[in-house]
Nanobody, 127 residues
């Protein structure tokens, strides 16, 4: 069964750091471009970052370029989201998604073009 699974979400203090992980099952990981998204209660799903299948190209959406970073380790079949200086507005369910393309889909930041989605992992930032 083809699956995408996030992990690492937890409650953190204001200004803290956290790294989320995402793995796949049944998929050819190093043939997938992958993205991170989040959705806060009452808000639409928001695209954060996307990375090409070989990890050489990353794309950002929005204004979190200096606090969030994406990386992947194809040897471990794992995608990462590195988050620093977390703020209460970062509280959300975080999702990863996989596309069966080497490069991020054209409209990736709008959550389009992805073939598989995870169930999400919750990040809560408290002051």
């Amino acid at each position: 069964q083809n699956q995408v699974m996030e992990s690492g979400g937890e409650s953190v203090q204001l200004g803290g750091s956290l790294t989320l992980s995402c793995t796949t099952s049944g998929l050819h990981f190093d043939g997938l471009s992958m993205g991170w998204f989040r959705q806060a209660p009452g808000k639409e799903r928001e695209g954060l970052l996307c990375i090409s299948s070989n990890g050489y190209r990353t794309e950002h959406a929005g204004s979190r370029r200096d606090r969030f970073a994406i990386s992947r380790d194809n040897a471990k079949n794992t995608l990462y989201l590195h988050m620093n200086n977390l703020q209460p507005e970062d509280t959300a369910m975080y999702y990863c998604a996989a596309a069966q393309t080497n490069y991020c889909p054209d409209l990736w930041s709008l959550a389009r073009g992805f073939d598989y989605w995870g169930q999400g992992t919750q990040v809560t930032v408290s002051s």
